[in-house]
């Protein structure tokens, strides 16, 4: 499917989603990451905030990117296997003054399990993280992809639930970032247990 096609189709499909936002979007700089598998619903309700997105230089990040810009996002192509270190010095320069999103799972897993990326650029641009997770009432889930992407269907109802700022401190050594990513993981864990 044409990646204009794409775009049109969820974004008529997301028209017709019932979101209910659990705590706060963020206000200020900041690396927002929640899950490559639930990944839709957040675009689509961060959108308003005119954020930058992390999307992989693959076949897919291209249909990916289509739908984002057309959700008003500037996009950053690269990940953790192409591209890595040029987008990496591109998000922090970005986040030193908007909100960026970042998939830490993506774009090819293990899923919930996040990569260095999102820890490190919020460190080194001196800004939060927020986590996000998101329940959808209804979804579609593609067994076979890696990350048991989550389609949720129409008129679904969707609970997105947003995690406290988490600072990382500027001082941090390399041992206290690699617990962070830790934490991070368990963080994400704990937004949907503890809902």
Do not use: C
């Amino acid at each position: 499917m044409k990646a204009w096609i794409l775009s049109i189709v969820i974004r008529l499909l997301a028209r017709t989603w019932t979101i209910r936002v659990h705590g706060r979007l963020p206000t200020g700089p900041s690396i927002v990451a929640f899950w490559h598998g639930e990944m839709l619903p957040v675009w689509f309700v961060f959108r308003a905030l005119r954020p930058v997105a992390l999307v992989s230089s693959s076949k897919d990040g291209s249909l990916l990117s289509r739908l984002l810009q057309d959700w008003g996002y500037d996009v950053v192509l690269g990940s953790s296997s192409k591209g890595g270190k040029e987008a990496l010095e591109q998000l922090v320069h970005e986040a030193s003054s908007r909100v960026v999103l970042i998939t830490p799972d993506g774009p090819r897993g293990p899923a919930h399990q996040a990569k260095p990326g999102a820890v490190v650029a919020a460190h080194r641009a001196g800004v939060p993280v927020i986590l996000v997770r998101m329940n959808a009432s209804r979804s579609r889930i593609f067994q076979r992809s890696w990350d048991k992407f989550q389609l949720p269907s129409l008129f679904a109802s969707i609970d997105l639930f947003v995690d406290q700022p988490w600072s990382i401190p500027p001082d941090a050594t390399r041992e206290l970032l690699e617990s962070s990513i830790t934490d991070m993981n368990q963080r994400m864990q704990n937004l949907v247990s503890d809902a």
